[in-house]
């Protein structure tokens, strides 16, 4: 088999994974599954929600997504702050990321993950792209595209990060091999 193709398969399952850790998630927002691959061994996993020993988020914990989930139903006005709508306020959101929590369950196990790959249900947003650059993440796959671009500058610097992780391998940043 083509080293290639073998890297497809490999994709395919370690995503398969992924969206079966999804299975956990408990956010209003998108779900999202997550795993750190080391040489082709699963390290971490992490699936989005607020902190352990918090509200979860489909129960009222977070402000933001409750206030998006009000957005989307046409009740702004209810809403704590009309800055949260989506793809907006990443940043003021008490749920953690799925790709955040894998990293972040390694660093809590002492779990190397230089040189890992991630796979993410979803495309990574700002925050988690630089986190897992910075924690040593070589490579990430991605199942499906985040469907709001970030703004202006940080989209920019999104771009930059990415063509980061592609400087060695072009492939090192993309959605999965459909
Ligand atoms: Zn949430
Ligand atoms: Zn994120």
Redesign the pocket.
């Known amino acids: 088999m083509a080293l290639a193709e073998r890297q497809v398969r490999r994709d395919r399952y370690f995503m398969s994974i992924a969206r079966a850790v999804r299975e956990a998630a408990n956010c209003l927002g998108a779900q999202v599954g997550a795993v750190l691959v080391v040489d082709d061994h699963i390290v971490s996993t992490g699936y989005n929600g607020t902190p352990h020993g918090f509200t979860n988020c489909r129960d009222g914990g977070c402000v933001r997504c409750r206030d998006r989930a009000l957005h989307a139903e046409g009740l702004a006005t209810e809403m704590a702050d009309p800055e949260h709508v989506p793809g907006r306020g990443l940043d003021r959101c008490i749920c953690v ?1 799925a ?2 929590n894998a990293l972040l369950a390694a660093a809590r196990f002492g779990v190397r993950v230089e040189g890992a790959t991630l796979y993410s249900t979803l495309s ?2 700002f ?2 792209l630089k986190e897992a650059i910075q924690a040593g993440v070589r490579r990430i796959v991605f199942d499906e595209a985040y469907p709001v671009a970030p703004p202006g500058p940080i989209a920019e610097q999104y771009a930059q990060l990415a063509a980061h992780l592609c400087r060695e391998d072009p492939a090192a940043f993309g959605a999965l091999t459909p």
């Open positions: 990321h790709e955040q990574p947003c925050g988690c």
